[in-house]
């Protein structure tokens, strides 16, 4: 019997450094986030994903690893971390981690071996040239921020790839030894209690240079195989969730059938939902939706509004992103980053509006697939453009008004990044604990809505299909899985609209009202028109079983 726990999930991603300061030290640290597992729990996450929170300089937010085997002493201890997963644990909370394997940072042990003795094993752990490839300068990742693809090290006399910056020079995988590597990194984090792994950079992992020794097999796609196979031999239950922001044609390589990747995050769906979003039109998010390529059974699309990185727009056209840029991003000097994504969280981009928050997260909760939360969003949290780079949206967690919004007791120039401390999101006046009290909160709406769609597997699990409504502002698609049919309708105009929705003979029961933006009322008969508000959503179960 498979567990695909993973198709009823919510994840929720935390930066364990900017969550919550138990000691005092301005730091976030698995200690404080230990003592935050209750509202974590509250709010009907099932499955955290941590970003990195490995030993590191920390140039790029922790994806920068030191050392795979360890916690950041910043962080707290391996120690804390165990406790963390047998909490999270006792509370029905798995818990994944990010799998940084496509760099290593260049202080790790194997980078400084490798530069000091060409004889090292370690030398082949990377990938080297004696001249400067002439495609150095081509498939930058951070334009504006890095200059090339290889760096010469004068310690080692060579030229070393790195697809991101310069201090992360890449992991060569066609080397057997680097590959056992990976898997003792895997079976570690298994052993003491994970369910799985984010892979950081999925599309890069698995690239081959031109100068490095080829894999043994018929494509590169097959070490994504490789490492599949031996995650389900330690754990049956465990995951693989890609970062993989590649085109429609190349995603299905990723699940392979059924023997690859579990989950991929659905990024041509995000940045086709910003456009949606952005004309008020449903077009572009069922087009894209319609492109979308079959999957396995086992396979499964993550679903996110915004992530701790940019906004990334890559896959629209220069207008579409323009468009969305002109929606949500007005200031592009200060909003826009890497010439292909907007560097702000969510709620700031469309003015803290409750009727686009809820229409936007309702979304998220009822599309095909598994809904990912980033930490701060059930808050509606802002951004603090003023930081450099993508820092800009990963501001502490905002607790309560205490100072420094109670993420720690440090003076607020310790704080390993500023709490917004300005304007409408200032903590003083957006924070866990006036959010509990006001029952028109995002986050009292977001515990229910939470709670709805757990009571809707077959969001996650269903096969789906579009519903006709006859309007372009409307998005309507219904979910059957075992006998069970839910059906959600999304109006992502400002106008308010009535919508007949065309459905099979078999869905012209009643449709009972399970969330929406207005009181709860049964429809009967088979007319079935939906009224909704501007940015008015409604979710429905076809009859009255599983009520």
């Known amino acids: ?31 404080g986030l230990t003592q935050r597992l209750d509202y974590i729990a509250g709010l009907g996450v099932t499955c955290i994903w941590l970003l990195p929170f490995y030993p590191t300089p920390n140039k790029d937010n922790g994806y920068d690893v030191m050392d795979y085997y360890n916690v950041d002493t910043r962080l707290g201890t391996l120690g804390d971390f165990v406790e963390f997963t047998r909490q999270a644990n006792d509370r029905g909370i798995r818990v994944i981690v990010d799998l940084v394997i496509n760099h290593t940072s260049d202080q790790h042990p194997w980078f400084q071996a490798a530069c000091k003795d060409e004889n090292s094993k370690y030398r082949d752990y990377y990938v080297w040239s004696k001249e400067k490839p002439e495609d150095a300068d081509e498939g930058i990742v951070f334009p ?35 590959r056992e590597e990976i898997q003792k990194i895997m079976g570690f984090w298994l052993a003491i209690g994970v369910s799985g792994f984010r892979v950081d950079a999925a599309q890069f992992l698995i690239e081959v240079r031109d100068n490095q020794a080829q894999l043994d097999v018929e494509s590169p796609y097959q070490y994504l195989k490789e490492i599949r196979n031996f995650l389900s031999w330690r754990r049956g239950d465990a995951i693989l969730l890609a970062e993989a922001n590649v085109s429609l044609e190349e995603l299905p390589k990723y699940f392979g059938d059924g023997d690859k990747m579990q989950m991929l995050f659905n990024f041509i769906v995000n940045q086709n939902l910003f456009l949606a979003l952005a004309r008020e039109k449903a077009t572009p998010l069922v087009e894209a939706l319609k492109a979308m390529p079959s999957i396995p059974e086992t396979g499964q699309w993550g679903h996110f509004i915004r992530n701790h990185d940019e906004l990334s727009l890559d896959k629209l056209s220069d207008a579409q992103q323009n468009e969305i840029a002109d929606a949500f991003a007005p200031d592009k000097e200060q909003m826009w980053i890497f010439d292909r994504g907007i560097r702000r969280r969510f709620a700031p981009m469309v003015d803290s509006d409750p009727r686009r928050l809820r229409l936007a997260y309702s979304l998220v909760l009822t599309l095909p697939g598994t809904p990912v939360i980033n930490y701060g969003e059930e808050l509606g949290m802002g951004d603090d453009l003023s930081l450099e780079e993508r820092n800009s949206a990963r501001t502490p967690m905002q607790w309560s008004n205490e100072p420094n919004a109670d993420f720690s007791t440090a003076s607020p120039d310790q704080l390993v990044l500023p709490v917004v401390t300005e304007g409408q999101y200032s903590y003083k006046h957006l924070n866990v604990v006036d959010e509990r009290r006001d029952p028109k909160s995002l986050l009292n709406w977001m515990e229910r809505a939470i709670r709805m769609r757990k009571e809707c597997p077959e969001f996650g699990w269903g096969t789906w299909q579009i519903i006709e409504t006859g309007n372009p502002c409307v998005f309507a698609h219904r979910c059957e899985w075992r006998g069970g049919v839910v059906i959600a309708v999304h109006n992502l105009s400002r106008e308010a609209y009535t919508v007949t929705l065309e459905l099979d003979d078999g869905d012209t029961e009643r449709l009972i009202d399970l969330l929406g933006d207005q009181p709860y009322e049964a429809i009967e008969g088979t007319s079935h028109d939906v009224q909704l508000k501007g940015y008015g959503y409604r979710w429905f179960r076809v009859g009255s079983h599983h009520l």
């Open 1 to 31: 019997m498979l567990d695909l726990w993973y198709k009823n999930a919510i994840l929720y991603c935390i930066d364990v450094e900017t969550y919550m300061d138990a000691n005092g030290d301005g730091v976030g640290d698995f200690e």
């Open 144 to 178: 504006g921020y890095q200059k090339s693809t290889w760096t010469y090290n004068p310690e080692a006399g060579a030229y070393y790839f790195h697809r991101f910056y310069d201090h992360q020079a890449d992991l060569n995988i066609t080397n057997p030894q680097v």
